[in-house]
């Protein structure tokens, strides 16, 4: 499938940290966005054709692996990964122009980041009551459309550009090095390998048995196969039936990585294949353009060998 997607549902509403991850993507900014309130209707939306990529977040560095995301992806749907972006994540203190730190009385936020800022309200709002809401950015646009005296919101920086917000306080979460991981699906299409490439696969046993896990990971331990992510989840079958999800550095399209594949496809009760995609993280482009270069001249010398042939 072509990155050039003409249409990208996203975890919504606007403003969101998921938004601002797709925006990072120059590529997918000449798509039509459309928000979609929960991550469920975004992989729908793909599933049905309704759209061509969904866009959605599926891990954090402090509260972990987005469930909603991957039981979602294990056990409803059909998609393959495109691609990942990670996003580091600063949250602010927004509020209507005029209001001052001192006369804040409520602090509207969803859940998890009210709780990744426990301290820094503890600290200067100690007075101030926390209020749920359905996300980030949905609290930056009820502060932003109540006019209510005292309102305060934590949320991404755009949203308080989106909903006429100042910024009161800036990065108030409690731990620095905070990121999230995005990814891009799509009903069908594998991209091509780069060199630094990740595979998610979902690996189902024929039954509990000791040693289970231990063979499975046996397999990459084999082959030198690095994992970066080994989690368990419920399959949802039974009481203490699990299913393991897997990351791995790599590409189907490595032989070696296909073989191990292989092995696990003929020896488990099932393998899901959810994507070879390229890997994000640091100097990922720079890992890519040394990778190419070096099968090239691995190309030319294995062609210099096979012209002897004979």
């Known amino acids: 499938m072509s990155n050039r997607a003409t249409s990208i549902a996203f975890f919504g509403p606007e403003g969101t940290f998921t938004e601002e991850a797709l925006l990072t993507e120059p590529d997918y900014r000449e798509a039509a966005f459309e928000a979609r309130s929960t991550i469920a209707?975004?992989?729908?939306?793909?599933?049905?054709?309704?759209?061509?990529?969904?866009?959605?977040?599926?891990?954090n560095a402090i509260d972990g692996t987005v469930r909603d995301t991957l039981d979602?992806?294990?056990?409803?749907?059909?998609?393959?990964?495109?691609?990942?972006?990670?996003?580091?994540?600063?949250?602010?203190?927004?509020?209507?122009?005029g209001t001052e730190l001192a006369r804040v009385r409520?602090?509207?936020?969803?859940?998890?980041?009210?709780?990744?800022?426990?301290?820094?309200?503890a600290s200067h709002l100690p007075e101030a009551t926390p209020v749920a809401a359905?996300?980030?950015?949905?609290?930056?646009?009820?502060?932003?459309?109540s006019g209510t005296p005292g309102?305060?919101?934590?949320?991404?920086?755009?949203?308080?550009?989106?909903?006429?917000?100042?910024?009161?306080?800036?990065?108030?979460?409690?731990?620095?090095?905070?990121?999230?991981?995005?990814?891009?699906?799509?009903?069908?299409?594998?991209?091509?390998?780069?060199?630094?490439?990740?595979?998610?696969?979902?690996?189902?046993?024929r039954s509990d048995r000791p040693g289970s896990l231990h063979g499975i990971l046996g397999q990459f331990a084999a082959r030198n196969i690095n994992l970066t992510k080994v989690e368990s989840r419920p399959t949802k079958r039974g009481l203490g039936d699990y299913c393991f999800v897997i990351d791995l550095d790599g590409h189907v399209a490595d032989e070696i990585v296909a073989d191990c594949l292989r092995t696990l496809h003929a020896e488990l009760a099932g393998v899901k294949f959810l994507g070879s995609y390229p890997a994000a993280g640091d100097h990922a482009r720079a890992r890519r353009?040394?990778?190419?270069?070096?099968?090239?001249?691995?190309?030319a010398w294995l062609a210099g060998l096979r012209d002897q042939i004979g």
Not at 42 to 57: D, K, N, R, Y
Not at 75 to 89: A, N
Not at 106 to 121: E, G
Request: proline share 5%.
């Open 134 to 145: 359905n996300s980030t950015a949905e609290a930056a646009r009820q502060v932003g459309g």
């Open 41 to 59: 209707d975004v992989l729908e939306a793909v599933h049905s054709g309704e759209v061509a990529l969904g866009f959605v977040p599926v891990e």
């Open 106 to 121: 409520r602090v509207l936020s969803f859940p998890v980041a009210l709780a990744q800022c426990r301290k820094y309200l």
């Open 72 to 97: 979602a992806l294990v056990m409803d749907f059909d998609l393959l990964i495109q691609r990942e972006v990670v996003l580091d994540i600063h949250l602010h203190l927004m509020a209507a122009p």
């Open 151 to 205: 309102d305060a919101a934590i949320a991404p920086r755009l949203a308080a550009k989106l909903y006429g917000l100042s910024v009161l306080a800036e990065d108030v979460e409690d731990y620095i090095g905070n990121q999230t991981r995005f990814i891009a699906v799509s009903r069908a299409g594998i991209p091509p390998p780069t060199g630094h490439d990740r595979t998610s696969i979902v690996c189902f046993q």
């Open 289 to 299: 353009r040394r990778a190419g270069d070096a099968w090239k001249q691995a190309d």
